[in-house]
């Protein structure tokens, strides 16, 4: 005779549970409710409760935002201005760093049951797509080799995490690669990406037309404005709706910083935005344009009332 499956309600939409694991008879859940940087939540499978649900990873300063359990113990994904962390639950439920081998983006993690550690999936501005391994008894991640590296050289250059301070005082974080050592004598072409939407990070990701800019002796910023997903939750409310200008201001500030530092002057600025990002480029230009040379705004939903 078939089985019945025996259904069980574990969370309700208002829970904002946003992503789950397993480990063992342990459920884990990972919600934002109450906590705009979210936390994790422990209860058992066989009988599974969100109302009193150990605390099992609280919230932090930084955004978790993903969830994966191997056999060793549960991995934590973190955000944090727009570059992922990968962590760690040990045994006394600390949160310890599982060092990876360059500063990026997590595009994946993954794990089983039957085995200890977890496989990463991960980018920067200068390093390719790679699949790297991460082993608990070593402590350390490396390079599984399943990606090859393009013949692409990119010692040459240097990407800067810094930040720059919009009209209000918010620190808004930018991302410069170029070349390294480039004179800031104002003269330099600098091509501006933003995006500002949706709580979707704007976070490194290798692309070889970009290292060509950067040969041709460009230099790549990228403006992590209001209304993304560098700082969770509260970054996107900070751009949305009628707080939205501050999408295409802090970009406009963004420019201003790197015009002030030497980075480039207006008339070697161009920004770019694509689809929601054509509302920052857009407004960013009906409002400042005395500030770009260049305007390239990829399929952009700019006038979304017409």
């Keep these: 005779a078939a089985v019945q499956p025996g259904w ?3 969370c309700e939409v208002a829970d904002e549970v946003v992503g789950f694991a397993t480990h063992g008879d342990d459920l884990y859940l990972l919600s934002t409710r109450d906590a705009p940087n979210a936390r994790v939540l422990r209860t058992s499978v066989a009988s599974p409760r969100f109302a009193g649900a150990y605390v099992a990873v609280p919230e932090g300063k930084t955004v978790i935002e993903n969830i994966v359990a191997a056999r060793d113990a549960l991995y934590v994904i973190e955000m944090d201005g727009g570059y992922n962390a990968l962590r760690r639950v040990d045994k006394d439920g600390k949160l310890v760093t599982a060092s990876l081998p360059f500063e990026g983006a997590i595009i994946g993690a993954y794990t089983n049951s039957l085995e200890d550690g977890v496989w990463v999936v991960a980018t920067s501005w200068l390093e390719p797509y790679t699949v790297l391994r991460y082993d608990p008894a070593a402590g350390r991640s490396s390079d599984t080799g399943l990606s090859p590296r393009p013949p692409v050289d990119t010692s040459r250059y ?27 004598d104002g003269r330099n072409p600098v091509l501006v990406d933003a995006y500002g939407s ?26 992590h404005v209001r209304g993304g997903g560098e700082y969770g939750r509260r970054w996107w409310k900070a751009g949305q709706m009628l707080s939205k200008p501050n999408t295409w201001r802090d970009l406009i500030d963004c420019c201003e910083a790197l015009v ?36 390239i705004s990829n399929v952009g939903v700019s006038n979304t009332l017409r």
């Design 260 to 295: 002030r530092e030497g980075w480039t002057s207006p008339r070697h600025l161009a920004i770019k935005g694509g689809s929601a990002g054509g509302i920052t480029v857009g407004r960013a230009m009906t409002e400042r344009p005395d500030l770009f040379a260049a305007v």
């Design 158 to 184: 240097e990407a800067i995490r810094t930040v720059a301070t919009a009209r209000d005082g918010t620190k808004v974080p930018m991302s410069i690669v170029a070349r390294r050592g480039l004179k800031r």
């Design 8 to 10: 069980r309600r574990v």
């Design 198 to 223: 949706y709580q979707i990070s704007n976070s490194p990701a290798f692309n070889v037309r970009g290292i060509a800019f950067l040969e041709q002796g460009g230099v790549l910023a990228i403006a």
